[in-house]
Nanobody, 121 residues
Protein backbone atom coordinates (compact mmCIF):
# COMPACT_ATOMS: atom_id res chain seq x y z
CA UNK A 1 0.00 0.00 0.00
CA UNK A 2 1.27 3.46 -0.95
CA UNK A 3 -0.39 6.56 0.43
CA UNK A 4 -0.04 9.82 -1.49
CA UNK A 5 -0.71 13.37 -0.34
CA UNK A 6 -0.49 16.42 -2.61
CA UNK A 7 0.09 20.00 -1.55
CA UNK A 8 1.01 23.32 -3.07
CA UNK A 9 -2.00 24.19 -5.21
CA UNK A 10 -3.56 27.61 -5.21
CA UNK A 11 -4.51 30.67 -7.21
CA UNK A 12 -1.91 32.34 -9.41
CA UNK A 13 -1.95 34.86 -12.23
CA UNK A 14 -1.06 33.83 -15.77
CA UNK A 15 2.70 33.82 -16.20
CA UNK A 16 3.27 32.94 -12.57
CA UNK A 17 4.68 29.85 -10.92
CA UNK A 18 3.62 27.20 -8.44
CA UNK A 19 5.35 24.18 -6.98
CA UNK A 20 3.31 21.09 -6.23
CA UNK A 21 4.53 18.44 -3.83
CA UNK A 22 3.50 14.84 -3.35
CA UNK A 23 4.50 12.93 -0.25
CA UNK A 24 4.47 9.16 -0.55
CA UNK A 25 4.44 6.76 2.35
CA UNK A 26 4.53 2.99 2.49
CA UNK A 27 7.12 0.26 2.66
CA UNK A 28 7.96 0.21 -1.05
CA UNK A 29 7.23 3.83 -1.94
CA UNK A 30 10.82 4.46 -3.01
CA UNK A 31 10.57 1.80 -5.74
CA UNK A 32 7.56 3.38 -7.41
CA UNK A 33 7.41 5.54 -10.48
CA UNK A 34 5.30 8.61 -9.87
CA UNK A 35 3.28 10.87 -12.07
CA UNK A 36 1.14 13.97 -12.18
CA UNK A 37 -2.23 14.05 -13.87
CA UNK A 38 -4.83 16.78 -14.05
CA UNK A 39 -8.54 16.93 -14.55
CA UNK A 40 -11.24 19.48 -15.20
CA UNK A 41 -15.01 18.89 -15.27
CA UNK A 42 -14.92 19.11 -19.05
CA UNK A 43 -12.07 16.70 -19.69
CA UNK A 44 -10.93 13.21 -18.89
CA UNK A 45 -7.99 12.94 -16.52
CA UNK A 46 -4.91 13.77 -18.55
CA UNK A 47 -1.24 13.01 -18.21
CA UNK A 48 1.05 15.87 -17.20
CA UNK A 49 4.43 14.39 -16.28
CA UNK A 50 6.00 11.29 -14.78
CA UNK A 51 9.30 10.19 -13.31
CA UNK A 52 10.80 6.72 -12.84
CA UNK A 53 11.47 5.23 -9.43
CA UNK A 54 15.11 6.35 -9.43
CA UNK A 55 14.55 9.69 -11.16
CA UNK A 56 16.56 8.65 -14.20
CA UNK A 57 13.68 8.87 -16.66
CA UNK A 58 11.04 11.54 -17.11
CA UNK A 59 8.19 12.11 -19.51
CA UNK A 60 6.09 15.21 -20.16
CA UNK A 61 2.92 16.02 -22.00
CA UNK A 62 3.58 18.23 -25.00
CA UNK A 63 1.40 20.95 -23.49
CA UNK A 64 3.73 21.43 -20.51
CA UNK A 65 7.18 20.73 -22.00
CA UNK A 66 9.57 23.56 -21.31
CA UNK A 67 7.32 25.01 -18.60
CA UNK A 68 6.95 22.23 -16.03
CA UNK A 69 9.70 20.22 -14.35
CA UNK A 70 9.15 17.01 -12.42
CA UNK A 71 11.60 15.82 -9.80
CA UNK A 72 11.80 13.17 -7.11
CA UNK A 73 13.59 13.01 -3.81
CA UNK A 74 13.30 9.64 -2.07
CA UNK A 75 9.60 9.39 -1.25
CA UNK A 76 8.66 12.90 -2.36
CA UNK A 77 7.82 14.15 -5.81
CA UNK A 78 7.58 17.71 -7.05
CA UNK A 79 6.19 19.57 -10.02
CA UNK A 80 7.63 22.99 -10.65
CA UNK A 81 5.19 24.84 -12.85
CA UNK A 82 6.37 28.03 -14.56
CA UNK A 83 4.78 30.32 -17.13
CA UNK A 84 1.36 29.12 -16.09
CA UNK A 85 -1.56 29.60 -18.44
CA UNK A 86 -5.30 29.72 -17.74
CA UNK A 87 -5.62 26.36 -19.52
CA UNK A 88 -3.45 24.81 -16.80
CA UNK A 89 -6.33 25.33 -14.40
CA UNK A 90 -7.34 21.91 -13.04
CA UNK A 91 -7.22 19.60 -10.08
CA UNK A 92 -3.78 18.00 -10.08
CA UNK A 93 -3.38 14.45 -8.88
CA UNK A 94 -0.31 12.55 -7.81
CA UNK A 95 -0.13 8.87 -8.80
CA UNK A 96 2.23 5.95 -8.29
CA UNK A 97 2.96 2.63 -9.96
CA UNK A 98 5.80 0.12 -9.65
CA UNK A 99 9.13 0.97 -11.26
CA UNK A 100 8.60 2.45 -14.74
CA UNK A 101 6.93 5.45 -16.24
CA UNK A 102 3.57 5.22 -17.99
CA UNK A 103 1.39 7.95 -19.45
CA UNK A 104 -2.09 6.47 -19.12
CA UNK A 105 -3.91 7.03 -15.86
CA UNK A 106 -5.29 3.48 -15.92
CA UNK A 107 -1.81 2.09 -15.38
CA UNK A 108 -1.31 3.76 -12.02
CA UNK A 109 -2.22 1.91 -8.86
CA UNK A 110 -2.32 4.62 -6.22
CA UNK A 111 -3.73 8.13 -6.21
CA UNK A 112 -3.77 11.16 -4.00
CA UNK A 113 -6.82 13.29 -3.26
CA UNK A 114 -5.78 16.10 -5.59
CA UNK A 115 -4.82 19.73 -5.22
CA UNK A 116 -6.53 22.53 -7.10
CA UNK A 117 -4.60 24.91 -9.32
CA UNK A 118 -6.35 28.00 -10.65
CA UNK A 119 -4.62 30.30 -13.13
CA UNK A 120 -6.32 33.63 -13.69
CA UNK A 121 -5.94 35.58 -16.92
Amino acid sequence: QVLLAESGGGLVQAGGSLRLSCAASGRTASTYAMGWFRQTPEKEREFVAAISWNGASTNYADSVKGRFTISKDNDNMYLQMNSLKPEDTAVYYCAARPWSVRVHHGEYDYWGQGTRVTVSS
